[in-house]
């Protein structure tokens, strides 16, 4: 390719679809390994949030309307999310894309690919499909890994145990490791003099989700844990990072709170934020593995709507719900589901990571363990998936 002018090298378009705010975090990673490997010989389209589009990105349609979570929740929002299926599909119809690399948002993006594929099959082409984190069929059972197996060309992996799900069911898996191994940001001293924060003072994390549903369900009860907290530790602080997606409802919740409240929307300070923080408490997702690498304490919490729950109970493995927890192989942060899930609970488990050195401690220790499990070789895992999807193009050449 490099002997080649650049009138004669064809720029691949690869297509990148994103469903909620952890996908356009590694869609934003993606954008930006694909033109370092490429220099810049790359184009991209397709559906993203607000750090694919500050890569420029121009989203066909914003990722809110199918960002949504549970069985039920997802039942009033299902005819918009089909018409979003189908523009979809006609956009990378119209555009005629390279790859097609959907990621996380398995609701959406195995519909997009069931449709892509089928497409492909009786036209005789097609882009080459590439799916980026795959279902938890660890935690809801390896059935869901051969579905998906029918529909994708191949699978980008975040953990290393999960390869194994999908090979079985002949799916080409690749494992690219998780991009937040290679966050560290340790200036608590830094943050606190941007937001006015107390260096002395106590700072409780609190990461309510970056969905709708999840805030709605969680702030109240995080809210009262707080206030419990403030009766105790005077002078607490209350930081509390979130994206667009939710901020306004964020806003709303913390009004009454009792102790003060500093809302992060930057991006670049949500790493910072976590150095700050004494303890967190968080929905159980991909930000307690962030808030673990950081080494910050945390207690996770869930709740689903009650009759998701319900059915949720018969297909999920409670241990491998929160990420440290299934990496290390036990509960190394306390974790609340459901109707465990109350203020009373979660204000004893707090109190017990604000006063107790040794079970700060217990948390911290497993920082580096779960780095280097999630990083192959040194390697960024952005860079790492970019330089996948690019070879898998050069081999369908």
Known sequence: MSSESSAEVKVPLIYII???????????????????????????????????????????FPITEIA????????????????????????????????????????????VNKQLHALRVRSGNGPKLIHWVPPTVWAWGPRRAEVIAKYIDHLLTLYPFEAPYFAAHGLPTTFVGHPAALTQNNNSKCFKSIYGLPLEAPVLGVFPGSRLGEVKRLLPIFGNVVDRLAVRYQGLRIVLPTVSLVVDKVREAITTWRSPVTIVTEHRHKTAAFSACTAALAASGTVTLELSLAGVPTVAAYRLNALTATIARRLIDPDSVVLTNKLMGKRVIPQF?????????????????????????????????????????????????????????????
């Open 18 to 60: 994103a469903g909620e705010s952890s996908g356009d975090t590694l869609g934003a990673g993606l954008i930006r390994a694909l033109r370092a490997e490429t220099r810049g010989n790359v184009e991209i389209a397709g559906i993203g949030g607000d750090l694919m589009s500050a890569e420029g990105l121009q989203t066909i």
């Open 68 to 111: 949504v979570m549970g069985l039920i929740e997802i039942l009033p929002k299902v005819p918009k999310i089909l018409e979003r299926i189908r523009q979809t599909v006609a956009d990378v119809r119209s555009r005629q894309p390279a790859a097609v690399v959907t990621i996380d948002s398995k609701a959406f993006a195995m519909r």
């Open 337 to 397: 589901l459901q109707e465990d899930c109350t203020p009373e609970r979660l204000t004893v488990a707090i109190k017990q990571l604000f006063d107790d050195p040794r079970a700060r401690a217990k948390q911290g220790i497993v920082s580096e363990s779960i780095r280097q499990m999630l990083i192959v070789d040194g390697e960024d895992p952005s860079i790492r998936a970019a330089r996948k999807i690019l070879t898998l193009l050069s081999e369908s050449c």
